[in-house]
């Protein structure tokens, strides 16, 4: 690791402005950047602290939405009572991703941008060749081990995941976040790889997020993230899913349904083909599983990766299944 | 400089052998009060960062240190071209080293992740930029990844692992039902909490190493033959060790840099090894492959078991993975025909890992075991049972002691095996599919010598010492024990001090001999310093026992009194007083009286060349488990939930079965990794471990892990140690991942044959 030098930011803007500066990098809990600095991925030359700037950390829930500062830890926020009881799937996707240690440590602004676990990515001292880390210079990924890499949203330039949990919550319920007096739907802030996969989000140089909303809804309310791995805990996704449903007043036909998937994509992937299946109808077996394989379309194998193809949809089902028998709890009567 | 772990009274349980007492350095781990090797402090240190390669194979043809050597704080760079001066040493079997130069950064690169460089610096920081500033040219040559390579071939016979009786192939052949299946397990690793790495410090041409060690005479050795000093002159201090699995028994090339560059240096230097590096600067366990036939009467007795095995090794030096390690002691069978290959790979060379050998075996045998019992339609306990090897097939001779039929049965009880029914796929719980498995496992007794050394205070304590190590298996406390019961002194008035090659010699921490070996020295050095102390009771001026006219006296609870106790008692710090002496030292060892040589104790001490196998003597001598493993197996999402098992074990005599359930516990659940998570994952175009690290690399966590039940139905054994003990360290992980997998195929119906069972396997 390089020596670096320390930033105290004393204001968002002075935070910014330093950020400008050639081999910046922001610290926000610092399980990522520190990471990538001895992997040798990120070398700083002056890391810019912005925890201690005020006002970035409040959990504020309201009727319409919650709003949450960039520095909440994933902790505070998984555990908040009115985001477990407005945003289940949001609480349960952090509650359900790394560990307890890191979950206090990590802040949604610094979740939002975790990097991908791709191997190559992550070693550059012997794989040189990584368009993600260095444009141009070729996927070690193709040709290696893709067990973990993406089937969906790939190009030929990069397969990575992007790993990440609560972004899949959050762009299922249609959630922004806010940047340098921008705000953007979180959907739209993960770009696709195509040929630039080093430009992951729409975050420009210097700038920096300032917090995330998610605007309430009956479907965000009555949701539901369920993840999928080999190790009960402290795994990333196999694949993973956030599902919300609302019903109409018959308590059968879907009103609204938000289905996003995690571990399969190069960016959290709402998966909009299900939920236009699924709207109008009852979410009886055969329909939901029909509507589930609609996830995969465009789907692309990459050697051992296929299993995702299979599995993803599954996942999709359970979850849409595991919401409908809670919902069905909860009314009273099995839908 | 040794540390002592003082003894607190506070524990309910009796201190002597047997007893539950918790483990005496308990406390000053969970506080962070106990000091790991790196973290000495030692003025004026330095510090190693490592470079390797990043090819699997070829030559070093130059590398560049020019960026490197300018960065600040850099001191030295050791490159292939640097000549350290280094001597070959000795192997474990005690050969003598080979008259030839040993380079620990040699310039032929045998595998990725071989050190061919090292950079030291004032700061650690310091030494890693710099060390990845350093560009290093290769001429590359074809590789071998794996045993699965096709490139791999059939690798080379080793003939001292044909096992063979009766007339197996024809025996298999008239048999009325047959199977043979394949299995595979892949690299596994250590992965201790505690990563490997030293700090060496010269003064004059003496070297104290602080470095985590499963025998410290051991390594002390290696290390003079390496730099061409006598014995004495090196020290290996290792008071706590933060697990080491069978990797920390033996110094490593890093270890030689480390100590070269100190020496250059003339500074202390301290080198942590990365965790990425320690997956390629020591072995793990092989990657192995086992084709298992078995032939068996209609009504269940097995006529032959056929078994061709393969591991992978470097492609310098031979190390095999015994894939028939457990196959032939398990049943009773009449022809019988094993053979082992290993096949050169460019990896690091294997190593012990929990159970070397009779792992992987097991997990052949038992897997095999329940599918001849599906072939049969009988039930698998039912088959184990019919078919009990009444005494070893292989060697002939009778067992010592041998519960597998108590194991099997009092565990089958507490697990409610009668409850199973037998098709796969017949137990579920909504999506969740739920299987039962048997795995039985089996681990040779080995034995060997120690040394130990009795104190008695004038101050009434009594200290234990021993160079033998605690690596959290429990050796302080046990000691404690040992020599609580023999001296009559209650634990709390014991210290013991380990950890230390100044300290008297011990057989290493490996192949579970230590407790058996080390307790049996402590055993008879306490019963010695008894003898003497009643002795001088009995005869010193000063005394007052000494006109008492008694020819014995009584030790117990600390005290000194005449065996009925009508006379004088003193405590030990009053007799002490009244001999007139300040400590009253014995040292005894367990070698045979005509190996008493110089000779023979340095042999004894510092190599395996005392070490005696399960079959030499009389009898034929091993502890042995049967696991029960629930699981619950996703039926769409293929993943695997182990959420009960029960597992019963015969070790013996347990001198204390808190620390024993813990060993056997933790050798469970890395058994559950095994079966259901490790794996290390190579790229085949440059032989790279791409999950080196703990983030890819999947042990278990404690949500993997559900209640374990474990039961002793061990009798004590008298053959097998000095106290009854039989090794209590590997044998828990033996027989875990064929239990795990018979229980998957029992939910399932999908037979897995390679390991780790991952969820694309069975979706
Ligand atoms: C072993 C391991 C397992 C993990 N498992 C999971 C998992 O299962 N699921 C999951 O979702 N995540 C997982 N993570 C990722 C973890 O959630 C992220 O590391 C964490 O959320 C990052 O937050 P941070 O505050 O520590 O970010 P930092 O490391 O401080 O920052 C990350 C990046 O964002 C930038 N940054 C931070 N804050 C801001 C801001 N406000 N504005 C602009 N830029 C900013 C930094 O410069 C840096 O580039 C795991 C991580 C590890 C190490
Ligand atoms: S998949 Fe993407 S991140 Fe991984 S090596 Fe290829 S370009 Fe780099």
């Known amino acids: 690791m390089k020596d670096f030098s320390y930033v105290r930011a004393t204001s968002a803007e002075a935070a910014s402005q330093a950020a400008l500066q050639a081999g910046a990098a922001i610290l926000a809990g610092g399980t990522t950047l520190l990471d990538l600095a001895k992997c040798g991925v990120a070398a700083p030359e002056t890391v810019i602290d912005i925890t201690h700037l005020p006002g970035l950390s409040d959990i504020i829930v309201s009727a319409d939405a919650a709003t949450i500062g960039a520095l909440a830890r994933m902790s505070e926020v998984a555990d908040h009572p009115s985001i477990k009881a407005a945003f289940p799937a949001v609480s349960e996707s952090l509650s359900l991703a790394a560990s307890a240690q890191l979950r206090n440590m990590a802040t949604i602004g610094g979740n939002l941008l975790q990097r991908t676990r791709c191997p190559y990515f992550r070693d550059p001292g012997t794989f040189p060749a990584c368009n993600k880390r260095a444009p141009g210079s070729g996927c070690s990924a193709l040709g290696g081990v893709t067990r973990n890499h993406a089937v969906l949203g790939t190009s030929e330039h990069c397969l990575a995941t992007n790993p990440g949990d609560l972004a899949v919550a959050l762009v299922a319920f249609d959630a922004t976040v806010s940047f340098a007096g921008k705000t953007v739907l979180v959907e739209d802030f993960y770009r696709l790889p195509g040929d630039t996969p080093d430009k992951e989000t729409v975050l420009g140089r210097g700038e920096i997020i300032t917090g995330i909303a998610i605007p309430a809804s009956a479907a965000a309310k009555n949701s539901i993230y369920l993840k999928v791995r080999d190790r009960q805990s402290y795994e990333f996704a196999a694949a993973s899913a956030a599902v919300g449903f609302e019903l109409e007043a018959d308590g059968k036909t879907v009103k609204d349904i ?51 193809i299979e599995l993803a949809p599954r996942v999709v089902v359970r979850a849409i299944q595991q919401l409908a028998l809670k919902t069905a709890m909860k009314t009273g009567g099995l839908a | ?122 700061s650690r920081e310091q030494a890693a930029e710099a060390a990845r500033l350093i560009t290093v040219s290769y001429e590359e040559t074809a590789s071998v ?79 003079a033959e390496w730099f061409s000093l006598p014995l004495e002159n090196v020290r290996i201090i290792s ?113 012990a890992l929990r159970g070397p050998g009779k792992n992987p075996s097991s997990y052949g045998i038992e897997s095999a075991m329940e599918e001849l019992a599906y072939a049969l339609g009988m039930d698998p306990l039912e088959l184990r049972l019919k078919n009990y090897a009444d005494h070893d097939y292989q060697s002939g001779k009778p067992w010592s002691t041998r519960r597998l039929r108590e194991a099997l049965t009092e565990g089958a009880a507490a697990f409610g095996w009668e409850k199973r029914s037998h098709e796969p796929r017949s137990m579920r719980d909504g999506n969740t599919l739920i299987g039962w498995g048997i795995g039985c496992g089996t681990f040779p007794v080995i034995r060997a010598p120690s ?34 019961e023999a001296l009559g002194v209650p634990v709390d008035q014991i210290d013991v001090l380990l950890g230390d090659s100044r300290l008297p010699g011990s057989a290493i921490a490996g192949g579970s001999m230590l407790a058996g070996s080390i307790t049996g020295a402590v055993h008879k050095t306490a019963v010695a310093a008894r003898d003497e102390l009643i002795g001088l009771a009995l005869s010193e001026a000063g005394s007052p026992f000494r006109d008492t006219g008694a020819n014995t006296l009584s030790l117990a609870a600390g005290r000194v009194s005449l065996p009925r106790d009508d006379g004088p008692s003193l405590s030990l710090a009053e007799l002490m007083t009244a001999l007139g002496r300040d400590t009253l030292e ?101 032989g790279r471990t791409i999950n080196n690290n703990v983030g890819d690399y999947l042990v278990p966590t404690n949500s993997d892990i559900p209640d374990l039940q474990v039961i002793s139905v061990g009798v004590p054994d008298l053959n097998a140690s000095a106290l009854g003990g039989k090794g209590v360290g590997e044998v828990g992980i033996v027989g875990v991942a064929p239990a795990i997998a018979n229980a998957v195929f029992h939910a399932t119906g999908k037979r897995v044959r390679d390991l780790p069972i991952t969820l694309e396997k069975l979706i």
């Not at chain 1, 939901?288 to 995702?308: H, P, T």
């Not at chain 2, 794996?146 to 007339?167: F, R």
């Open chain 2, 451 to 484: 040394e130990a050394m009795i104190r008695i205070l004038k101050n009434g304590r009594v200290e234990v010492v021993s160079g033998s190590i605690d690596m959290g298996q429990g050796t302080y406390t046990i000691l404690a024990q040992t020599a609580s």
């Open chain 2, 145 to 223: 990844k794996d045993l699965e390579d096709p490139a791999a071939g059939e690798g080379k016979m080793m003939g001292n692992l044909t096992v063979g009786w009766g007339d197996a192939e024809a025996a298999l052949a008239a048999s009325d039902v047959t199977i043979e299946a394949e299995y595979r397990t892949p690299r596994e690793y250590h992965v201790a909490m505690e990563p490997h790495g030293l700090i060496a410090r010269w003064e004059g041409d003496q070297l104290t190493i602080w470095e985590p060690s499963q025998w410290s005479h051991g390594m002390a050795r290696m290390y």
């Open chain 2, 586 to 686: 014995i040292r005894r060892n367990t070698l045979s009286d005509d190996a008493q040589t110089a000779e023979d104790q340095r042999r004894a001490w510092t190599t395996m060349a005392k070490v005696m196998g399960p079959t030499m003597g009389e009898f034929s001598m091993h502890s042995w488990c049967a696991h029960f493993a629930e699981v619950r197996v996703d039926e769409d999402f293929g993943t695997v939930r182990v959420s009960r098992m029960v597992s019963a074990f015969d070790c013996g005599r347990l001198y204390n079965p808190k620390m024993v359930e813990s060993q056997w516990r933790g050798g469970i659940i890395m058994g559950v990794g095994q079966a259901l998570l490790e794996e290390g994952i190579v790229d085949a175009r440059n």
């Open chain 1, 258 to 308: 938000r289905v996003a998937l995690g571990g399969v994509a190069t960016k959290p992937w709402r998966a909009r083909a299900v939920e236009q299946a699924l709207i109008g109808k009852t979410l009886s077996a055969g329909t939901v599983e029909k509507a589930s394989r609609l996830a995969m379309e465009g789907a692309v194998a990459q050697g051992d990766n296929a299993y995702k």
């Open chain 2, 239 to 351: 008071p706590f060790i933060g697990g080491g699995f069978g990797s920390k028994g033996q110094p490593l090339a890093f270890g030689a840099v480390a100590v070269a560059a100190a020496k250059k240096l003339g500074r202390p230097v301290k080198l942590a090894v990365t965790r990425p590096q320690n997956f390629t600067s020591y072995g793990g366990r092989a990657a192995t492959r086992q084709k298992i036939a078995l032939g068996a009467t209609k009504d269940g007795i097995l006529q032959a078991i056929v078994h061709r095995g393969y591991s992978e090794t470097s492609v310098y030096a031979d190390y095999a993975e015994q894939t028939g390690a457990a196959t032939p002691v398990l049943y009773k069978v009449e022809n019988y025909s094993s053979e082992h290959r290993i096949v050169p790979v460019n990896t690091v060379t294997p190593g």
């Open chain 2, 1 to 122: 400089m040794t540390i002592m772990v003082p003894r607190k009274h506070g524990d309910a349980s009796d201190g002597m052998v047997g007893g539950r007492l918790s483990r005496f350095e308990g406390n000053l781990k969970v506080t962070g009060a106990a000091t790991y090797a790196l973290e000495y402090p030692t003025e004026g240190v330095v510090h190693a960062v490592l470079v390797q390669s990043t090819i699997a194979a070829g030559k070093v043809v130059a590398v560049d240190i020019s960026r490197a050597s300018a960065m600040p704080g850099v001191l030295l760079v050791l490159t292939p071209e640097d000549d350290l001066g280094l001597r070959a040493a000795g192997d474990w079997a005690g050969t003598a080293p080979k008259d030839e130069a040993y380079y620990p950064l040699p310039r032929n690169v045998q595998f990725n992740g071989q050190s061919i460089a090292a950079v030291i610096a004032e």
